[in-house]
């Protein structure tokens, strides 16, 4: 499953061209019983399904934040459960007060390295929060998906689990030198966190139907109180 323009996620593929997004044509490809989507135009950067599923995971577990939303998205233990449901994260129904403080703090880690402009930086901050993740790596297929990288501990904390799931998806993007894919939406109004991966690293906004489109509104009627010409 790609994460092409997935309603709420602030991780999309497409190819821009004067700030428009236009929607990646693929094609299935079976191999060895697996299938996967191949890319025909216009994505140049595929880190594979469960790399960027996590990155979904990333951006919509920051985006949560006060700091990100302008208010507190994972205010009790429902809104922490609805969203380890949603993004099938182990250990939902087992989660407690002291689990939400924690994932609370790693949404306030993984929020910082979206402001981070250095690799060197981000690489030392990726590592310091994966060595605390008592997480083990293994290969499943539990999701349909074939075999990807999936990581589990019985009993590990939900915060290990998504420390070691978001932070491995942020390593994987800082190690390809894509560290600029990962941005803060420009609309004014919005302090939502995106990972672009459109074709020429073009994508502004963390959705073009609403930030983008709305800021497109805006900048029209502008021109037109002003008397310019309208492109």
Same mark, same amino acid.
């Given at each position: 499953?790609l994460?092409d323009h997935?309603?709420g996620?602030?991780v ?5 061209s004067?700030?428009?997004?236009t929607?990646?044509r693929?094609e299935?490809v079976k191999?060895t019983g697996?299938e996967?989507l191949?890319?025909?135009?216009g994505?140049t950067v ?6 960027e599923?996590a990155l ?5 577990l ?10 507190e998205?994972?205010?009790d233990l429902?809104? *922490?459960? #609805? %969203?380890?449901i949603?993004?099938?994260i182990?250990?939902? $129904?087992q989660?407690?007060e002291?689990?939400?403080d924690? /994932? ?7 929020h910082?390295?979206?402001a981070?402009?250095d690799t060197?930086?981000?690489?030392a ?5 994966l060595?605390?993740a008592?997480?083990?790596p293994?290969?499943s ?8 990288i999936?990581y ?5 904390p939900i915060?290990?689990?998504l420390a ?9 993007v800082?190690a390809e030198?894509e560290l600029e894919?990962l941005r803060?939406?420009?609309?004014p109004?919005?302090g939502?966190? *995106?990972? #672009? %991966?459109?074709?020429n690293r073009c994508?502004?906004y963390? $959705?073009?139907?609403t930030?983008?489109?709305?800021l497109? /509104?805006?900048a029209y ?8 010409p309208?492109?």
């Open positions: 499953m994460c997935r309603c996620s602030s999309q593929m497409a190819s821009c004067n700030s428009t997004y929607p990646v693929h299935s191999e697996h996967f191949k890319t025909i135009t994505v595929y880190l594979g399904h469960d790399t599923d979904v995971t990333t951006t919509e920051i985006n949560t934040s006060p700091a990100a939303d302008g208010r998205g994972l205010p429902d809104a *922490l459960r #609805d %969203l380890a949603k993004r099938q182990s250990g939902a $129904d989660v407690s002291s689990d939400l924690e /994932v609370r703090l790693l949404r306030d880690r993984l910082v390295l979206f981070v402009d060197p930086t981000a690489a901050m990726l590592n310091e929060l060595a605390e008592n997480v083990t293994h290969l297929d539990h999701d349909g998906y074939g075999l990807h999936h589990f501990a019985p009993g590990a915060a290990q689990l070691a799931h978001c932070g491995m998806a942020l390593a994987r800082v030198g894919r803060t939406c420009e609309a109004d919005c939502h966190v *995106l990972v #672009d %991966l459109s074709k994508r502004r963390c $959705d073009s139907r930030c983008g489109n709305r497109h /509104v805006a009627r502008a021109r037109r109180r002003a008397g310019l309208i492109a």
